[in-house]
Structures are given as C-alpha cells and as structure tokens.
C-alpha cells in the first residue's frame, strides 16, 4: 500500500500513525497538495490528501475513511475505535473535535501565510482562532488521565496528538505554556511513542 501525502498533514499523521500501530507495512509518496497538485489530484480528484493507494490500485480518499478501513482489516479486537456503545461515541466524538481544530488550523494557516497580507479577512481569522480556542479549552476539560476517552489510548488520542502537533508548529500562539496542561501532557506522552516517532512530523 502506498499512503500519499506529507507528514506535517495531521490528516495523513494520523492514518501513518494508525498504520504503525497496526503493524500494516506501507510505502509513502510525499507529495503536496500546494507544490504538487497535479499529482495529488491524478490520484484524489479533489487534490487532498491523505490517499492510501491498495495493493490493487484501488484509491481510499479522507483520513476518517481509511482509518474505517483500516479498522475492518485488523478487525474489532485490534482497532483503535471500539466497534459499538457509548464507547465508540465518546471516542468518536473526541475524534470529530480533534478533526474540527485540524481543519481550522489548516484554514487559518491558508488564510495568513497563503493570502496577499492586503487581502487576509481578520474577521475571519479571529472566527478560525476562536473556534480553535474553543475546542481546545472543551477538550482540555473533558480529558482524563492519562488518555482522552480512558484508560487506553485510543484513534482520539491518535488524532488529537497529530493535531496538537500541527497546531504547536505552525500556530504557536494558540497553544501558549500553561494554557492546556492535560492537552500538553498528552502530546509528550503520544509523541514518545514508537508508532509516532517512526512518522514524525515534518517541516516543508
């Protein structure tokens, strides 16, 4: 399998992430959707990324669609959401917010370092820190210790570490010392692990 795009996505982090906790081998073409969107978009028409190509050619397009297919090879016992329940909501419903400030990050970073500094909205950009700010502080209050859904780590904790990453690299200031000590925590503990250390986020 081939998963395509740049690790600094904390969409594709969280797909390699899943991938090497599972123990599914694959290869990664680092392509991006800004320098090579051409190439992203032979691949996903809507030139996003991730994109995990199968062994058959077959292409699985948006992060939450190949984790649901990743889920289905390892099966119920092994998979990072529970199958059914109050748990599987909880774990959802962490995954959705975490998904949420991703996308609100990767907003804000197009609207002032993509746009002309004459043309950014600050409206807009004080709509996208709010946003973020206010799902931070939401998870930041429901979170246990030392994961976000219980006692063991689970897809939330894998996508709220990409994302807590994202964020820390490439809007600071949203993230400030002190401000989110569980949400801190939780990134150090995430980024010790193997399965996130053999994908480590990157700078372009």
Known sequence: MILVGQLDSPFLRRVAVTMNHYGIAFERRSLSVFANFADVKNINPLGRVPALVLDDNDVIVDSQMIIDFLDEMVGPG?????????ERRRVLQRVAMGLGIAEKVVALNIETKRRSSVTIDPAIVGRFQNQISSALKWLEAIAPDPWLAGPAMTQADVTAGAMLTHLVNRQPQLFPEGAYPKLAALRARAEALPIFRASPFMEN
């Open 78 to 86: 092994r998979a990072l959401t529970p199958p059914a329940g109050l």
